[in-house]
Nanobody
Framework: QVQLVESGGGLVQPGGSLRLSCATSGTTLSNKLMSWYRQAPGKEREWVATISPFGTTAYAEPVKGRFTISRDSVDDMVYLQMSSLKSEDTAVYYC?????????WGQGTQVTVSS
């Protein structure tokens, strides 16, 4: 069974940093378009960032300049480095890809930005 597993969330103060990780079992990530999404309480899930198999990246406007998506082909991991975190970044963060026409989501990891 193919799974995506996120980790690295937690509680951080405003202005702090966190790095989220996305790992997989049952498939490989290195040849896939990989994305991060987030869902804040009471809001719809929103796109955060995407990285192509060739390393091309794209970011949602609210996180541009603060977040960096990257991938490690050796470890077959995808990361989201988050800096200068704000309270409005509080959400559950999800890893996302598409395999064989199926949309894959991880279980999510909670990020809470609060003093």
């Amino acid at each position: 069974q193919v799974q995506l597993v996120e980790s690295g969330g937690g509680l951080v103060q405003p202005g702090g940093s966190l790095r989220l990780s996305c790992a997989t079992s049952g498939t490989t990530l290195s040849n896939k378009l990989m994305s991060w999404y987030r869902q804040a309480p009471g809001k719809e899930r929103e796109w955060v960032a995407t990285i192509s198999p060739f390393g091309t990246t794209a970011y949602a406007e609210p996180v541009k300049g603060r977040f960096t998506i990257s991938r490690d082909s050796v470890d077959d991991m995808v990361y989201l480095q988050m800096s200068s975190l704000k309270s409005e970044d509080t959400a559950v963060y999800y890893c996302h890809t598409i395999q064989s026409s199926s949309i894959l989501w991880g279980q999510g990891t909670q990020v809470t930005v609060s003093s």
